[in-house]
């Protein structure tokens, strides 16, 4: 299978690369992951892949337009890369509305893992669609902010950006619902 790479400028998170097939999106690298780990993770699943360069991609415009505030809800499809468990929790991402943060232990819960909050922890670090995918609106029970693959900075930008309220305290970033 063939996979295509494109990517863009945005002023809130710098250069992003995106990867889609002719099904979906598959994959999103923000400014803060390495490019070799990005085309390394695309040699897993692809036999093939070329640099789109054709007129703007529909992915591409959402996603800058959610970043300048535009957009509340992507309507690009999407093709998941991962185990059952991870495509479970990924899908259910999608339940938590723009603005909205839900913790681990609901996203557990949700899908049926009432102590699988680590493992959901471990899956929305593999996300391999941030952004579009929303695993940034996911922080711990207690209110932290958590840990995001993006970095924490990016993290905060995001849930900024949909008007999370959001505070630091003794280096740790606490949301308020």
């Known amino acids: 299978m063939k996979a295509y790479y494109y990517s863009f400028v945005s002023d809130l998170l710098g250069e992003i690369y995106l990867a889609f097939t002719s099904r979906g999106l598959v994959r999103i690298s923000l400014y803060t992951e390495d490019k070799k780990v990005f085309f390394n ?50 899908k259910q991402l999608f339940e938590i509305p ?12 949700a899908i049926g893992k009432p102590k699988g909050f680590r493992a959901v922890g471990g899956a929305n670090n593999k996300n ?15 209110g932290e902010i958590g840990g995001y693959r993006g970095g924490i900075d990016c993290k905060v930008k995001l849930l900024k950006l949909e008007g999370v309220k959001i505070e630091a305290m003794k280096e740790k970033y606490i949301v308020y619902r």
């Not at 996603?63 to 535009?70: E, F, P, Q």
């Not at 723009?98 to 996203?107: C, E």
């Open 98 to 109: 723009y603005g909205s943060v839900k913790s681990y232990k609901d996203i557990a819960l």
């Open 41 to 90: 993770w695309l040699k897993i699943y692809f036999d093939e892949i070329s640099e789109y360069r054709s007129k703007e991609l529909e992915f591409s415009l959402q996603i800058k337009s959610y970043l300048k505030g535009k957009l509340k809800k992507f309507d690009i499809p999407v093709e998941f890369y991962g185990t059952e468990f991870q495509k479970r929790v990924w």
């Open 128 to 142: 391999p669609i941030p952004i579009v995918v929303p695993c940034h609106r996911v922080i711990n029970n207690n």
